[in-house]
């Protein structure tokens, strides 16, 4: 006899390559137990390659699964692969969310989840922003920027030809990326979406003392939780957002999709987060 559905845990997880360090399955872990949910949610790892996540995606729709997160390298292909997408997504060009259902739906809550984090801190919203990188994780950020209400969008990018892309696609100006320090007195929320910061890559030099007082500074970077830009910029007196904060943040929706519960952000949930990336760093 088979296992009633409706008894059934809810199934839902992460896609991703790699995935074994993703904090999502401690998120999604900790809001389940508080409502008292019945459900896993797991890493999957699955290789880079578009027919390997198709195959992938079937099989966790056959197996029951309500859906799914998916990460780099997988965001495009998550658009690919749904049937129906969101505005966001399609926006985006990029889903970190798949639902399954009679139809495959893609959602992008990464642009939400960054929006969210900002207005979560005193002092939104700010009327220009400067966007450093110009990759997947800058999309994401100019969306939601865009949606805070900044139209003044400055990009800079190592790769000045991605900058320009990305400005024309979403109406923004180009600064040189050498020239990242130089622009800074004019802006009221710097955003670092680079891998720069990162452990294991190299530091993002920056000169922030051109940079109004009241200047938000966000880091996508959350391992070091404390990049050097959060640091230097605590120490100056700006106000900050981490990536764990937009990490949390993107969590929401898919949470309350697939296990149908509260998925509240506090304290309690960052620490149990901090204590992971403190155990992992070894700290
Ligand atoms: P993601 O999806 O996380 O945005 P990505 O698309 O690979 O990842 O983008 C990485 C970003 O970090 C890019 O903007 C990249 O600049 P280039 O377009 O010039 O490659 C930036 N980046 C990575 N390493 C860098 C470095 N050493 N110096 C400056 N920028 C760097």
Redesign the pocket.
């Known amino acids: 006899m088979g296992e009633g559905k409706h008894n059934a845990p809810i199934l839902a997880g992460v896609v991703g390559w790699p995935v074994a360090h993703s904090l999502s399955p401690l998120i999604h872990g900790t809001w389940a137990k508080r409502a008292g949910v019945k459900g896993y949610y797991i890493p999957i790892p699955v290789a880079p390659d578009y027919n390997d996540f198709a195959v992938a995606m079937d099989a966790l729709k056959t197996l029951g699964f309500a859906g799914v997160n998916v990460t ?1 390298p997988h ?1 495009e292909h998550a658009l690919r692969y749904a049937s129906t997408a969101s505005d966001a997504a399609r926006k985006a060009g990029a889903a970190n969310m798949l639902t399954f259902g009679a139809q495959t739906f893609a959602d992008n809550s990464d642009i939400i989840g960054f929006a969210e984090a900002v207005r979560a801190t005193s002092s939104v919203p700010r009327a220009s922003a400067l966007v ?8 994401g950020v100019v969306l939601a920027l865009q949606r805070l209400g900044l139209t003044d969008i400055v990009v800079a ?3 000045r030809a ?2 320009e892309e990305l400005a024309k696609a979403f109406g923004l100006s180009v600064a040189d ?1 050498e020239d990242r320090s130089k622009v800074l007195e004019n802006i009221d929320f710097l955003v670092n ?4 910061g990162m452990t294991g ?2 530091p993002l030099e920056i000169d922030l003392t051109g940079l109004k007082s009241a200047a938000l500074v966000a880091d ?1 970077v959350y391992a070091p939780l404390e990049t050097h830009l959060l640091k230097t910029a605590k120490t100056r007196g700006h106000e900050t957002v981490d990536g764990l904060a937009m990490l949390m943040h993107q969590a929401v929706p898919g949470f309350k999709t697939w296990f149908g519960g509260e998925a509240v952000i506090d304290d309690a949930l960052r620490a149990v987060l901090v204590e992971e990336l403190n155990k992992r760093s070894g700290a």
Not at 132 to 139: K, N, P, Q
């Open positions: 780099i965001k450093l990188g110009a990759g997947g994780a800058a999309r990018n190592r790769t991605k900058s990326w979406t680079t891998s720069l890559q190299p996508i």
